[in-house]
T-cell receptor, first 110, second 117 residues
Framework: GQNIDQPTEMTATEGAIVQINCTYQTSGFNGLFWYQQHAGEAPTFLSY????GLEEKGRFSSFLSRSKGYSYLLLKELQMKDSASYLC???????????FGAGTRLFVKA | GAVVSQHPSWVICKSGTSVKIECRSL??????MFWYRQFPKQSLMLMAT?????????EQGVEKDKFLINHASLTLSTLTVTSAHPEDSSFYIC?????????????FGPGTRLTVT
């Protein structure tokens, strides 16, 4: 079966750093994505990891460990506009089908 | 970046009627598009994979006779919700991959909010 787990909600303070974890068990693996989604809007792409290690892109970094079935999204210098849902998604092998986790709702407080 | 559009952005229909939602890749060709459904405060649930020129592949539990998918060209896929019921009210999102670019990114449309009364 396929299973993607991430915390339901997190709260952090403006200017701080927050780490959102994601663990997955899938029948095949061809990459892990992180998306940001504001309420009522479509997801927007944040990062893509297919090899182990850390990918940094501005205030956002994403880490992957394929052997552990684990990834995290790191957000630095949090801003109020970062309040959103963060979706972890795994692409399987063959057909590029992507399965999404339930998402983590992040609340950034002043 | 690549752009995916959806039409309409929102629609209200009566129970028992059918509704067609279009998904277009505006500046790239997409041999494969994906249709997702998202209920409030839940994540995206993959409904089906739409393949240009062939039948769609539906996920387990999704009724192919109720959710008709047509991918007649490399830039257009349509999802028709037939005999809609209030429980079909949801946010429907399509996505597409620009295979020619070599990018692994999946581009999402802005979504269509369907309300069935």
């Amino acid at each position: 079966g396929q299973n993607i787990d991430q915390p339901t909600e997190m709260t952090a303070t403006e200017g701080a750093i927050v780490q959102i974890n994601c663990t997955y068990q899938t029948s095949g693996f061809n990459g892990l994505f992180w998306y940001q989604q504001h309420a009522g809007e479509a997801p927007t792409f944040l990062s893509y990891n297919v090899l182990d290690g850390l990918e940094e892109k501005g205030r956002f970094s994403s880490f992957l460990s394929r052997s552990k079935g684990y990834s995290y999204l790191l957000l630095k210098e949090l801003q109020m506009k970062d309040s959103a849902s963060y979706l972890c998604a795994v692409r399987g092998t063959g057909g590029f089908k992507t399965i999404f986790g339930a998402g983590t709702r992040l609340f950034v407080k002043a | 970046g690549a752009v995916v559009s959806q039409h309409p952005s929102w629609v209200i229909c009566k129970s028992g009627t059918s509704v067609k939602i279009e998904c277009r890749s505006l500046d790239f060709q997409a041999t494969t598009m994906f249709w997702y459904r998202q209920f409030p405060k839940q994540s995206l649930m993959l409904m089906a994979t739409s393949n240009e020129g062939s039948k769609a592949t539906y996920e387990q539990g999704v009724e192919k006779d109720k959710f008709l998918i047509n991918h007649a060209s490399l830039t257009l896929s349509t999802l028709t919700v037939t005999s809609a019921h209030p429980e079909d009210s949801s946010f429907y999102i399509c996505s597409a991959r620009d295979a020619a670019s070599g990018s692994d990114e999946q581009y999402f449309g802005p979504g269509t909010r369907l309300t069935v009364t």
